[in-house]
């Protein structure tokens, strides 16, 4: 198990300091097919992945691996254009060391989106779902010794997404003629999609939608006291196989930007008002 200690975090939050304007408060991790929310950021600062001390690469596919800092409307933010997965082997500290960074840079607030199968019945391909809780089925970033700099041994975890943030999306889509979805988000580890019988799973445990990610995320910001707002975009039904189904990694980015859009419209408002 790998122990990152707080001067490595620290390291890597000075270097992203000196190269940005401003001091943001909100972040944003843009997920598969997501990152075209970040062409609207302007004043931006672009730096690739691979010019961050201690930062990982971005191997997933529609995930460019940039971090941008600039304004969304009239309001500084930083946004992860593509995250880490455990699938691509990185231990949970690296898939989560943005999250600390983030803190000690500042940040107060972490939306979060992904791409994600739809296990509810009543939800289609292009759905855009808030999540209002999670389940997380992979190894808990938190395991291993505590680190006191950023938060207590067992955080809690009854509100793990901001119940205002969650009011105020609701009143924005409904002031834009948005429809939105709600429910529970699953993350697993991936990276093989979920089989008929996974999804069917899911779905009696109490979840909605499924992805490979975001959970480990939101437990190590609540864990740092950011409050949280996530959001998915459902790219695939799971809940009817026809002979001829099979999951494919280009329609999940396909359905993704098609509904970015919306979901850019959503969060630019949300920033506006936090």
Same mark, same amino acid.
């Given at each position: 198990?790998?122990?990152i200690k707080?001067?490595e975090?620290?390291?890597?939050?000075?270097?992203?300091?000196?190269?940005i304007?401003?001091?943001p408060?909100?972040?944003?991790? =843009?997920?598969s097919g997501l990152?075209? =929310?970040?062409?609207h950021i302007?004043?931006?600062v672009?730096?690739?992945?691979?010019?961050?001390?201690?930062?990982m690469?971005s191997t997933?596919?529609?995930h /460019?691996?940039?971090? !941008?800092c600039? /304004?969304?409307?009239e309001?500084?933010? =930083?946004?992860m254009?593509g995250?880490f997965?455990?699938?691509?082997?990185?231990?949970?500290?690296r898939?989560t060391?943005p999250?600390?960074?983030?803190? =000690?840079?500042g940040i107060k %607030?972490l939306l979060? @989106?992904?791409?994600?199968?739809g296990? #509810?019945?009543?939800?289609?391909?292009g759905?855009?779902?808030i999540?209002?809780?999670q389940?997380?089925?992979?190894? %808990?970033?938190l395991?291993g010794? %505590? %680190?006191?700099?950023?938060?207590?041994?067992?955080p809690?975890?009854?509100?793990?997404?901001d119940l205002?943030?969650?009011?105020?999306v609701?009143?924005?889509?409904?002031?834009q003629?948005i429809?939105?979805? /709600?429910?529970?988000?699953?993350?697993?580890?991936g990276? @093989?999609y979920?089989?008929?019988?996974?999804y069917?799973?899911?779905?009696?445990?109490?979840?909605d939608a499924?992805?490979? @990610?975001?959970v480990?995320e939101?437990?190590?910001?609540?864990?740092?006291?950011?409050?949280?707002?996530g959001m998915?975009?459902?790219?695939?039904?799971?809940y009817h196989?026809?002979?001829d189904?099979?999951?494919?990694g280009?329609?999940? !980015?396909?359905?993704?930007? #098609?509904?970015? /859009?919306?979901?850019?419209?959503?969060f630019?408002e949300? !920033?506006?008002?936090?």
């Open positions: 198990m790998e122990i707080t001067e975090y620290q390291k890597t939050a000075d270097y992203i300091a000196a190269r304007n401003g001091k408060e909100t972040a944003i991790i =843009l997920g990152g075209a =929310l970040a062409d302007e004043e931006a672009v730096i690739p992945y691979g010019e961050i001390p201690n930062f690469t997933a596919t529609g /460019k691996g940039n971090l !941008i600039g /304004k969304l409307g309001k500084y933010v =930083l946004a254009q995250r997965h455990y699938y691509e082997g990185y231990p949970m500290a898939v060391f999250i600390r960074v983030m803190k =000690l840079l %607030n979060v @989106s992904n791409a994600a199968g296990v #509810n019945t009543t939800f289609k391909v759905d855009l779902m999540i209002r809780d389940i997380n089925m992979a190894p %808990n970033p395991i010794p %505590n %680190n006191p700099d950023f938060g207590p041994r067992f809690d975890m009854t509100r793990p997404y205002e943030f969650i009011r105020q609701e009143d924005i889509a409904e002031t003629g429809e939105l979805k /709600k429910g529970v988000y699953v993350g697993l580890t990276p @093989s979920e089989t008929p019988a996974e069917g799973f899911v779905g009696r445990i109490g979840g499924v992805g490979m @990610s975001t480990s939101v437990i190590v910001a609540r864990h740092a006291d950011m409050r949280v707002f998915s975009v459902i790219t695939n039904e799971g196989f026809a002979d189904f099979v999951n494919d280009a329609d999940v !980015i396909e359905a993704a930007n #098609n509904a970015a /859009k919306k979901m850019t419209n959503l630019r949300l !920033i506006a008002r936090i």
